[in-house]
Structures are given as C-alpha cells and as structure tokens.
C-alpha cells in the first residue's frame, strides 16, 4: 500500500468520526463499557485462579508416627518420603515442638492441657509437600502403607472441595469471558453498522463508479479500529486505576490474600483489551459492511 493511499485512508477515517461525532462517542462508550466489563470478569477470574493454584500449592500431608519408634526408624522413613515422586519437602516435627504449636493455637485457651501434666500424647510427625495437587491422594496412601507410619492425613474432604472447587472457577471463567467477548463483539459490531447505515448512499456511489471492494472497506476498518483502540483505552485506564487502589487497600488490610502483584499483570491485562478492542472494531467493520457492500 502506498503511503499517499493509507494517508487518504486515514484522513477519510478521522473526517468521519468528526463528521459523526456523537455517533463516534457513542461507539466509544459502547466499547469501553463492553471491554471495562470484560476486563473486570477477566481480572476477577485470572485472581481467583490464582487464589485457587496458591490454595493448591500450600497443601500438605501431616505424617503420624507409631510410638516407641527409634531415631534411627524415624530417619529411614524420612528418608524414604523423600525420594518419592512429587515430593518436594519433607519436615521432621517432634512431638514436643508439636505440643507448642498446638498451645499457640489455643491461646487463651491452652489452661486446658494443664490436666495433662508432663503427659504429651501428640506422636511425632513429618510435614511433606507435594509438586502437584493430584499427587497428594497417591502419596499419602502409599506412605500409610510404610511400617512405622500410624497415619497420614492431608484433610481428605475439605481438598478433594477445594479441587473441584478450583476445576469450577477455571472453567465457569473460561466460558464467561468468551461469552462477553462475543457480547462485545456483538455490541460493537451493531453500533458501528449504524454509521455505515448512515453512509449506505456514498458507499453505493462509490461502487458504480468503480471503486475496488477494499478501497471501500479500507477507511471503514481504519474507523473501527480506531473506535476500537479509543474504546480500550478508556477501559485499560478505569480498570488500572480501580485495581491499583483495590490491591492497595487489600494489602493493608488482607495480606494473607494471595492477589496477583500490579506489575506485570495490569500491563498485560492492558495489551490484551487494547488488541482486542482493536481487532473487534476492525471485524466489527467488516461484519458491518458485508450487507451494504452489494449493489
């Protein structure tokens, strides 16, 4: 394409939008409302993903052992758990360290345990975390079965909740967010029909006098992604402003919850709506013209 044709192509764009100015800023709106929307699912989906992944991860099997076990015993069972697969760590916690977590847990309330006396009843115990979720039901069945071990237990009914729980999220955000992109495109596509509606005579003079099919649509496409990137901007600012106070605010607040950083998310979540809405103007353009261009 030759520089004085795209010049032309985008002069005819701009005298348009200005031509049709509250129609342009309706188009606008439309699309930075679709997209803020679509940012926004996409935004809560991405975190409680990964709320869900860091929930995931922190996962483990608390290992009981048998009484009368020497270090020895103990050592080579460690040992063992260690070289499973998708074991990552394994902690050794004797029982007199878990009797003082268990009194931090209680509190005010740790009073209870002086009927108890000298007496410790907790066992000693390894802490093993796992590379993968789906690792921990098969790890924590095979290390029941190593003699020496009482039991294992990794909170059977609350994970296998959190699992499908998490399966869910992933797919219920997965088909929202391409539902509202096709809302969006939709929405967008519509509202630009109605300015070539507004320009159906001119197209129709254009083509008998012989202009090619793209000489027409070019311009048309150059105004939609314009609308469409316009559109975006707007959203990628609302959007990025509303998540940094929010993540702001969380943090003083809620650090225990695992939202994902500022940066890079926001710039990534940003290139994503603004090539979205770009490409959707220029698809909504040609979907918009498809009618008026037979003459």
Not at 23 to 33: E, H, R
């Amino acid at each position: 394409m030759k520089i004085r044709t795209f010049e032309y192509f985008l002069r005819e764009a701009v005298t348009s939008l200005k031509r049709n100015g509250l129609m342009s800023i309706a188009s606008v709106s439309t699309v930075a409302l679709s997209l803020l929307i679509l940012g926004i699912f996409l935004v809560m989906v991405l975190n409680l993903n990964h709320i869900a992944s860091t929930l995931e991860t922190q996962v483990q099997i608390t290992v009981y052992m048998e009484d009368g076990l020497s270090d020895r015993d103990m050592r080579e069972i460690g040992t063992r758990i260690t070289k499973m697969t998708g074991v990552t760590e394994v902690m050794f916690v004797d029982k007199e360290e878990a009797m003082a977590k268990f009194k931090e847990r209680l509190g005010e309330q740790k009073g209870l345990l002086t009927a108890l006396g000298e007496t410790n009843p907790l066992p000693n115990s390894f802490e093993v975390k796992v590379d993968k979720p789906e690792y921990v039901k098969t790890v924590s069945q095979t290390i029941s079965q190593l003699k020496g071990v009482e039991n294992a237990k990794y909170g059977q009914e609350v994970i296998e909740q959190l699992f499908a729980l998490t399966k869910m999220i992933r797919i219920f955000g997965l088909l929202l967010i391409i539902f509202l992109g096709l809302a969006a495109l939709f929405i967008i596509s519509n509202t630009i029909r109605i300015t070539v509606f507004a320009r159906r005579k001119e197209i129709g003079i254009m083509k008998y006098v012989g202009a090619t099919d793209w000489f027409i649509r070019f311009p048309f496409m150059i105004e939609g992604m314009i609308l469409g990137f316009v559109g975006a901007l707007c959203a990628v600012l609302i959007l990025s402003q509303t998540y940094s106070t929010l993540t702001d605010k969380v943090y003083e607040s809620l650090a225990f919850l695992p939202l994902i950083p500022k940066n890079p998310f926001l710039t990534n979540i940003s290139m994503i709506l603004l090539i979205v809405g770009t490409a959707i103007g220029a698809l909504g353009s040609t979907i918009s013209l498809k009618r008026f261009m037979k003459v």
